[in-house]
């Protein structure tokens, strides 16, 4: 029988790709409202609790609400809001966080579908610092450049709007540069971190596709590692991940206009890693995703993948 998973919000930018990318599965039902009953709490609320599993891409408030109707029901949450993303309640939707990562998300009542941008910055940096390569206060930057997709679909119409002019921008645009960005609080708590990063995001005139960029000063690194202490970190933690693709090291290679691409892993759950040793022993880690496949819809496919004892992989491109 097929697993009955219900999409609350199957008409917002991650609801969408969520369901697109599984309408070709024979082993689940995907169950959706019709226009009319979408926005209806009564009929939402029937089909979160008739569901094995619901998927919740809405508003944080709405989330929380969605999440409260869940309780005393059976039903398992995939939370892909902000609300719940450091919240101890709740289990964070990362599989390749920790080697236990998959094991807690298997069991979990109420999971968290991680950030873009936070799911990118986590996995360049969490095992560094698990491998004592770099402090926990150590002040760390992150220039984050993604599709306009990213913000939704006010975004979405803002930049596909002709009168903006914006489609042929030839520059990115710095943005929330005034207050704390939403994805800051899971990116401490789960990278490690004792001090909240700086976040410096950007969008660019194109729909998908992310590139985060983690400068590391050679003063911050502990014991004198270097690149190939990093490079090594990344290999040890993420060697045969099916969705982590580590680049070699390229020590003294130089670039080219398309070395990092933010549009390279689109239409997939893959995130690809590099590390870039420079002359004066600074480094830089680089991190490429799909900010709508590995950074929203693919990893919450993953976790539910997790959840319903399905092949991980399953509906899913690498």
Not at 21 to 50: F, G, H, I, S, Y
Not at 248 to 258: D, I, K, Q, R
Not at 308 to 313: A, I, M, N, R, S
């Amino acid at each position: 029988m097929a697993h009955r998973v219900y999409i609350d919000g199957h008409v917002g930018t991650t609801g969408l790709r969520i369901r697109d990318w599984l309408a070709q599965r024979d082993d689940l039902a995907v169950l959706t409202l019709p226009e009319e009953n979408r926005k209806d709490p009564a009929a939402r609320r029937e089909a979160l609790r008739q569901a094995e599993v619901a998927v919740l891409c809405l508003p944080d408030d709405a989330a929380r609400e969605a999440a409260a109707w869940a309780e005393g029901s059976p039903v398992r949450l995939l939370d892909a809001s902000t609300a719940h993303r450091v919240d101890d309640a709740w289990v964070y939707g990362l599989p390749e966080l920790t080697p236990k990562q998959r094991e807690a998300i298997r069991e979990a009542q109420r999971v968290s579908n991680p950030g873009c941008y936070a799911s990118a910055f986590i996995l360049a940096t969490r095992p560094l610092l698990d491998a004592g390569l770099l402090a926990p206060n150590a002040a760390l930057t992150c220039h984050g450049l993604s599709g306009y997709s990213g913000g939704g679909r006010p975004m979405i119409e803002k930049w596909e709007d002709p009168a903006a002019e914006l489609a042929s921008l030839p520059f990115s645009a710095p943005y929330a540069l005034n207050h704390v960005h939403k994805h800051v609080p899971e990116m401490t708590h789960w990278a490690g971190l004792g001090a909240e990063p700086q976040m410096l995001p950007a969008v660019g005139p194109f729909r998908c596709g992310m590139r985060v960029e983690v400068p590391l000063h050679a003063g911050m690194l502990r014991g004198g590692a270097n690149g190939k202490d990093i490079w090594e970190a990344l290999e040890a933690r993420y060697h045969g991940e099916p969705f982590v693709r580590l680049h070699p090291l390229a020590e003294g290679a130089e670039t080219h206009e398309h070395s990092f691409d933010p549009g390279a892993c689109n239409d997939t759950n893959r995130i690809e890693l590099h590390v870039r040793p420079h002359p004066s022993g600074h480094v830089l880690l680089v991190a490429i995703l799909d900010n709508l496949g590995k950074g929203a819809a693919g990893v919450a496919i993953q976790s539910l993948n997790l959840m319903l004892g399905c092949e991980e992989t399953a509906g899913l491109r690498t």
